[in-house]
């Protein structure tokens, strides 16, 4: 491979080469100068010029990567929720001073180009930021990978809201430009779907071949993802469907337009929207086809684009693993197989026995409802050929399985790959289980939850392939940049390196005794709360009182996840100050801020909503409780926002129900940045408390075994309703309509939900989290006690580093090298 990239030395480092380049793109790249160039030109100028810098870096490690053709890490993930671009990039090549100063000596402020750039949408959450952490990690620790996805036209839906409900408005965030991806066309991928099977006759052998319905093209598009100052640049790559033939001049010249579209439009649907409402027929294949498209399209540009020629594939283990992340991408694994023994023409055990090399699988989730299953009935229709593969492998499957045990034909069926009720159908994460080398959980409890419970008979059957890796978040984005007061204080007391060496932070342990540094870590507090006043005023016009608590629930919108519970602390607070049973100058200074989207189809969550906002304007508007109690609920909660609202918090509500929370990775972000934690024993909730002191967190509810007993025995919530007369004083008076305007049937829905299902036993753990709260009401008031055990969070949080989830990865998983600049 010929080295044809520009040297390093050409990109001048300078204030003065900066500018020079600057103006150079605003001129002919944007086709304007500087006298007439509106802020998103300046803006387009400017990320392409910093990308400039990059991509010698990215060039270098492409061409490393090609030479040595190390193993790598292919990252398959339907969500990749980046966050902002450019200061990620800036931070990477060091280049955040230069190029504030050369604009500055242009007149034109960096903070105003800061705010031009629109976040991608490409994710709904934790699954998707920590799968841009963890590439970002990867780069950083110089680890060969290569993250796949899919490019969303209008990723997941923009947020707002109408008389306080959730209204779902497209979010294009492609509209002004995206200047930090590399669209190849010329690498374009067809996929096939639909159509039929049949077999033939190959020398003597019987083949099956898939005859396609249709077909669609994935057209790349490459990201950028820099390590942190170490000249290394992986990829992210997403695809985006187009019609193979996406215009019918014929039919057009009829004078049918939109027939003459018509296949452009079909094919675009696949990659329009993240998780297309799937309550329809239509939403689900929908849904089956993004996630068919886009491994077919990663494993073919793998195989074809990334490996060199003439490869031989029976060593393809040695140089990819591929990581699923959740069963989303699961269907790769028949996609491999079908390459393998259709198109290669191997011997079936051949295919199988370098396919269970390929594959690790990542499970997210305790609900059974989470665990994706496909009728056989849609994947018959889509996808025919991997039907009939997932068939002969559950087959053979169950065969070993009769033979290990002979006399247990319930285990046999109870592991069958294909469901039977109450529709034949695949389980996707029983099929990633069975194909892949490892089955990882994401946190302590919730890997033995999945190896006692979840997968209990796959665990016993194969016991060495279930391991943990409790996740992590990026320090350089959570904490150096959302965090720059912190970050300088950090620096100040312990040195450079603890940006990627984050156990360094234990050296902070000793200052939690000092004074001066307690006061220097409330005034970088205090700073973060006014810089979340001047954003949450002009992004969202609310008022928000710095000189309050700020007790923050943000997480996608789940009745697991229990904002109800949030919600009827704060409904308990609010009547017994209304009823005289509290005195008001009794009560802590709060301000209860929330972010959350509810999915689409998802009524329950969308009530709930609903009963926020109503809570939060009769709340605000009771001019009692005027720096009191206040409620602030920004419309669409994304990572720019988190990046201000992280770091101004005091109290993380991290109040899933015991054994329902995977891990999250919220709850990290909180504590790293100086957040007092208060939870119940669920998911990295279990970790936090264990590192951090139990001191040091407010521990409430259920633990997962008294969940569990209670569940069996039956639950009835209606009990702990008639018995708590504060409880029942809180449903009682939503029940009323009083947040509602006298409408009584407005949250009914709610409260009967509560009462006669509770599912996630708000009700039994709600006296328990009140107590909870008033323990964080005394140890606010001891402001030097507050501080140090704020202190100490970030301290004692450095295993939290998505840096050291990857170690755990490469170390139980992977078995991949970092590749050194040079090396």
């Known amino acids: 491979m010929t080295d044809t990239t520009i040297p390093i030395a050409t990109r001048e480092h300078t204030v003065e080469g900066f500018v020079r380049e600057f103006l150079r793109e605003l001129n002919f790249g944007q086709g304007t100068d500087l006298t007439k160039a509106s802020v998103n030109d300046k803006y387009l100028a400017m990320a392409r010029t910093v990308r400039h810098y990059l991509m010698v870096r990215w060039l270098a490690t492409l061409r490393r990567q090609y030479q040595l053709q190390a193993k790598s890490v292919a990252y398959l993930s339907a969500e990749f929720l980046l966050g902002r671009q450019l200061d990620n990039a800036l931070l990477a090549a060091d280049l955040d001073e230069i190029v504030e100063e050369g604009l500055a000596s242009l007149g034109i402020d960096l903070a105003e180009l800061r705010d031009a750039e629109v976040e991608p949408g490409l994710g709904n959450g934790g699954l998707g930021r920590l799968a841009a952490c963890f590439i970002d990690s990867l780069a950083t620790m110089n680890v060969p990978c290569i993250g796949y996805g899919i490019r969303y036209e209008y990723g997941i839906f923009r947020q707002t809201f109408v008389d306080g409900w959730q209204v779902e408005k497209p979010d294009d965030w492609l509209t002004l430009g995206s200047p930090w991806e590399f669209p190849h066309p010329e690498s374009a991928v067809t996929v096939d779907f639909g159509g039929h099977t049949e077999t033939y006759d190959d020398g003597g052998v019987t083949r099956s071949q898939w005859v396609p319905g249709w077909s669609v093209l994935g057209i790349p598009y490459n990201y950028m993802v820099p390590g942190f100052e170490n000249g290394r640049v992986n990829t992210l790559r997403l695809w985006s469907a187009q019609a193979t033939r996406a215009f019918d001049l014929e039919i057009f010249n009829a004078g049918d337009y939109a027939q003459a579209v018509r296949a452009q439009t079909f094919a675009e649907n696949i990659t329009k929207v993240l998780y297309p409402e799937d309550s329809t027929p239509q939403g689900k294949e929908l849904r089956l086809q993004q996630q068919y498209f886009f491994v077919a399209c990663s494993i073919r540009n793998f195989l074809d684009e990334v490996l060199p020629e003439g490869f031989d594939l029976r060593k393809l283990p040695e140089r990819i693993i591929f990581q699923l992340n959740d069963t989303h991408p699961v269907i790769a694994i028949p996609e491999l197989m079908r390459i393998l023994v259709d198109e290669k023409k191997w011997e079936w055990d051949e295919a199988w026995a370098v396919t269970q090399q390929c594959f690790a699988y990542t499970c997210h989730t305790l609900l059974p409802e989470a665990l994706e299953v496909w009728s056989t009935d849609l994947l018959g229709k889509l996808l025919p050929r991997h039907l009939e593969i997932i068939y002969k492998i559950n087959e053979e499957f169950m065969a070993e399985l009769r033979v290990a045990y002979p006399d247990d034909e319930l285990r046999v069926r109870r592991m069958s790959i294909i469901a039977e009720y109450p529709e034949r159908s695949v389980r996707m994460a029983y099929l990633a289980t069975v194909a892949g080398s490892k089955v990882n959980g994401v946190a302590a409890l919730h890997s033995q939850l999945l190896r006692d419970k979840v997968l209990h008979d796959f665990s016993d059957h194969y016991p060495d392939k279930f391991t943990n890796v409790t996740n992590g978040v990026t320090p350089r984005r959570f904490v150096r940049l959302a965090n720059p007061g912190l970050s300088s204080l950090i620096t100040s007391a312990i040195g450079d390196g603890w940006v990627t060496d984050l156990q360094r932070l234990r050296e902070l342990e000793p200052l939690a005794e000092d004074a001066d540094f307690r006061e220097a870590f409330r005034q970088v507090k205090r700073a973060n709360k006014l810089r979340l006043v001047d954003v949450l005023a002009d992004r969202d016009g609310i008022a928000l009182d710095p000189d309050t608590m700020l007790d923050v629930m943000v997480k996608r919108l789940h009745e697991y ?32 801020a929330f972010g959350a989207k509810a999915a689409p189809g998802y009524r329950m969550a969308k009530q709930t909503i609903g009963l926020i906002n109503a809570v939060g304007r009769t709340i605000n508007g009771a001019p009692e409780l005027q720096g009191r109690l206040s409620i602030a609920f920004p419309a669409n909660y994304n990572v720019t926002l988190a990046e201000k609202l992280i770091p101004a918090a005091d109290l993380s509500e991290q109040i899933s129900l015991a054994g329902k929370e995977a891990s999250g990775t919220g709850n990290m972000k909180f504590a790293l940045n100086g957040a007092l934690t208060i939870g119940t024993d669920d998911g990295a909730n279990v970790e936090i408390r264990e590192l951090v002191g139990d001191d040091n967190f407010f521990l409430f509810g259920l633990l997962e075994p008294e969940v569990a007993e ?58 328990a989290y009140i107590d909870a709260q008033a323990r964080v009401d005394v140890a606010y008031a001891d402001t030097e006690g507050w501080t140090r055990s704020a202190v100490l969070n970030v301290a004692r949080s450095g295993y939290f580093s998505s840096d050291r989830s990857m170690r755990d990865y490469i170390d139980r998983i992977w078995h991949t090298e970092p590749v050194l600049p040079g090396s």
């Open 561 to 592: 996840k229990r904002q109800t519970l949030k919600l009827l602390h704060i409904v308990t607070l609010y009547d017994q100050v209304r009823s005289g049973q509290l005195a008001i100058e009794d009560v802590t200074p709060r301000t209860f």
């Open 710 to 767: 209670i569940v069996d025995r039956g639950y009835h919530p209606t009990s702990f309703y008639e018995s708590n007369r504060s409880l029942r004083q809180a449903l009682d008076l939503i029940a009323s309509g009083h947040f509602s305007d006298g409408d009584r049937a407005t949250f009914e829905p709610i409260v009967s939900n509560l009462l006669s299902e509770d599912r996630f036993l708000v009700l039994a753990d709600y006296q």
